[in-house]
């Protein structure tokens, strides 16, 4: 720890090589995950519309089944792992973790650069599957064995598959060695005065989300590792006796399918509390800073962020209900799945609270953390129908679902980042990026994301089934079509309505206001530095911080905000921690 | 700052704006959701067990549909009174004990109501059929159901898969006289109106889902495992199975029929096949 806060800012004549690109620099390192990610989310944004395609026009897309399929399994995995993980975590993590604790950089810079050097080469392989025989995957990006396991039982399951898992395997170890050092980072590189109670709630979350990581993932790597053997060193780990894929009997035994589920879902499961942490973090911090006023119940939201945390580990079976797994076991699941709900519904309480009795000012970060809350409160409630066994039985994989994990999952993580970047992109780079396209990106994204998602609920009531390639051939599903239609036609009006956010985001980077240290007037450290920080982030002396990070609208104070690091003693400003 | 201060005019519209658009959204999901129950719903219900599996369906809905259009007026609400048109200062609150449990304890207790319910049902449906049921084997493949009726001696034949072969689909081992007289059909599924039926649900090669959206039953086709679900057909009639698990390039052809039919008509059919 000491070597670190001791290496100050000595005019740091580097290459542009090791400035940019072999950085160690945690900002440099966050830029460069941040639009990596953005990347692989544009392929992914693409495959999306090409399922939409399908699905509006099934017969004249010109897109086969097994392609149709790879499209599905990639969509999923690109914006899950590749988009929303590394951008949330490698990204928003990476920049805000030292910036927010007052630390000069992360605890082991070598480690994160190398975190991040992982990144490309699993992109590299991931995609290099789309153009091996066979084609990517078509298992979907749960990839249940025996389906992905044996090459006879689809076309993607091939060499495209062997490349998934090894893809995977490496974006894993490159998660581990983010989540060691966000984990220590936070434990020891904190200022002075910054103790764990006045941290930020982006930065609670992210810990939180670091520490779920690094118990998660191992075990999809494990199984990662165990389903590579089954494919390719002829173990039996995921394949039962007596299998007979298209007339051929396959030479596996004693292994159980349910196994990859199990181990699959422990890690599934808390990963979707490591994609809706983080943006409950960066919204807690916007609703406050655009209220003009503290967040509301700041310890139960700590406490409420621990409690997901740990109950996400012992939720996993709700995605099993109707797995063939013991029905005693799916009342269990179904408790503990009901309870994750209840710190969910506080944290939305305490949002609404806060804005009760605000001075709020409106501004695309804060228009963003308010479409947050409104799309977790609709995913989640569609959650209470999917964590009842008996209705999930009707409704388990069919659009319902699919409508279910977009709202509360996707688009939810979705509108942090964009939150997020409106809010620090000034920080970032040093410019402000533009308020009316914003705007305008804000609008199409909200009322898009409604109309593409909303009526998926409908489709899956009726009993549209998930990844099929065509509802058509089942007279009960043809009727859906109008629907379908319309759906696919504001997925596109969606989609396109990103090239907003890409435009903004380019033109703001060299075109861009000017930022100053401080744009939004917010308390949180990062705001202290340079915009943008300079390598050390800080000048000579990293500030101490003397506060909880919000105290806004303190009666008496001369300012609506009061920095962490103005010291308590000031007149004007009240005892708040 | 600067710029935000001179747009207030533009601060306050987009914000009284957000609650509008969300008020109208509310409208158009409580408006949309009544229509598509008219078209876009549940598919017509034809099994007994089933009543229970849409009572819980509709409470859930009745109740979350409340907490959704409260939270997100709310919300609106909000926003809309508390958007920065005064110089005076937000209020510094931000911890009320009172709300804070009450919140708590309100979702708690309506989610132990739910999740009793919905246990209760959930043991319900996994009771042991009735005596006498009608037993029938269903083995998914891709891309199809083959479905098995154990014949006159109730037994079904043993299978191995070392005999499976385009004439012999199931593998049924000719040596095994209870499998004489088994009745094999490839997606055609005839149950008995009003008798239980007992079906045992098994895979060949993938994971494939047993879906019959009439009757509210899914059960996952795992390779490896036999599971069985039962239930009681009600009203005769044609019916889809599908397939909901992943399951190939023909997941999405994987359809098979039921026909739910009177005691005597299924006997006929049933001796017909044999013959």
Known sequence: MSAHQTHTVVAHKESFLRRYIFSQDHKIIGIQYYLTSLFMAVVGGILAMLIRLQLGWPGSSGIRPDAYLAFVTMHGTIM???????????????????????????????????????????????????FVSGGAPNSGWTA?????????????????????????????????????????????????????????????????????????????????????FDRIAGTSFFLPAGLVVGGKLIPSAGGSPLLWQHLFWFLGHPEVYVLILPPMGFVSDILSTFS????????????????????????????????????????????????????SAIKTFNWLATLYKARITISTPMLFALGFVSLFVTGGLTGIFLGSPTIDIQLHDTYFVVAHFHFVMASAALFGVFAGTYYWFPKMFGRMMSERLGRWHFWLTFLGIYATFFPMHYLGIAGMMRRIYSPLLYPHLQPLQPLNVFISVAAFVLGVSQLIFAFNFFWSLFRGEKAPVNPWR??????????????????????????????????????????????VAVPGARREV | MDSLETSKGRIHSTGKAFAVVLWILVAAA????????????????????????????????????????????????????????????????HEHRGLEVSWTLITAVVLTILISMGGLVWAKLHQPPPAGALVVEVTAEQFGWRIRYPGPDEKFGRTAPQL????????????????????????????????????????????????????????????????????????????????????????????????????????????????
């Open chain 1, 80 to 130: 899950i792992f590749f988009f929303l993980t590394t951008i949330l975590t490698g990204g928003f993590g990476n920049f805000l973790i030292p910036l927010q604790i007052g630390a000069r950089d992360m605890a082991f810079p070598f480690l994160n650069m190398l975190s991040y050097w992982l990144f490309p080469p699993a992109i590299i392989v991931l995609l290099a599957s789309f």
């Open chain 1, 144 to 228: 249940y064995p025996p389906l992905s396991a044996l090459k006879e039982a689809a076309p993607g399951s091939g060499l495209g598959q062997t490349l998934w898992l090894i893809s995977l395997a490496i974006l894993i170890v490159a998660f581990l060695f983010g989540s060691l050092n966000y984990i220590t980072t936070v434990l020891t590189l904190r200022t002075r005065g910054m103790s764990m109670m006045r941290l930020p709630l982006t930065i609670w979350a992210l810990f939180i989300t670091a520490i779920l990581s690094l118990l998660a993932f191992p075990v999809l790597l494990a199984a990662a590792v165990m389903l590579l």
């Open chain 1, 292 to 343: 003009r006023k503290p967040i509301f119940g700041y310890k139960v939201m700590v406490a409420s962020i621990s409690a997901i945390g740990f109950l996400s580990f012992i939720v996993w079976g709700h995605h099993m209900f109707v797995s063939g797994m013991n029905p005693w076991l799916g009342t269990a699941f179904m408790a503990t799945t009901l309870v994750i709900a209840v710190p």
């Open chain 1, 522 to 567: 917010a308390n949180t450290l990062e705001w202290t530095a340079p915009s943008p920080p300079p390598h050390g982030n800080w000048g000579e002396t990293l500030p101490t911080v003397h506060r909880w990070p919000y105290d806004y609208s303190v009666p008496d104070a001369r300012e609506d905000y009061i920095p962490q690091t103005v010291p």
């Open chain 2, 30 to 93: 409580v408006l949309g959701t009544i229509g598509a129950s008219r078209r876009w719903w549940l598919p017509p219900l034809a099994s007994t067990q089933g009543a229970d599996v849409d009572r819980l369906f509709y409470l859930t809905l009745a109740i979350t549909s409340l907490v959704f259009v409260l939270v997100q007026i709310l919300l609106g609400v909000f926003v809309y009174r508390f958007i920065a048109t005064k110089e005076e200062r937000a209020a510094s609150w």
């Open chain 2, 164 to 275: 499976i072969s385009a004439t012999n689909p199931l593998g049924i081992d000719p040596a095994d006289p209870a499998g004489q007289d088994d009745v094999v059909t490839l997606n055609d599924l005839r149950l008995v109106e009003n008798h239980p039926v007992r079906i045992l649900i098994r895979s060949k090669d993938v994971i494939h889902s047993f879906f019959l959206p009439n009757f509210r039953i899914k059960q996952d086709a795992v390779p490896g495992m036999a599971v069985e679900v039962w239930f009681t057909p009600r009203v005769a009639g044609d019916y889809p199975i599908a397939c909901a698990e992943l399951c190939g390039v023909g997941h999405y052809i994987m359809r098979g029929q039921v026909k739910v039919v009177s005691q005597e008509e299924f006997e006929r059919w049933l001796q017909g096949k044999r013959e």
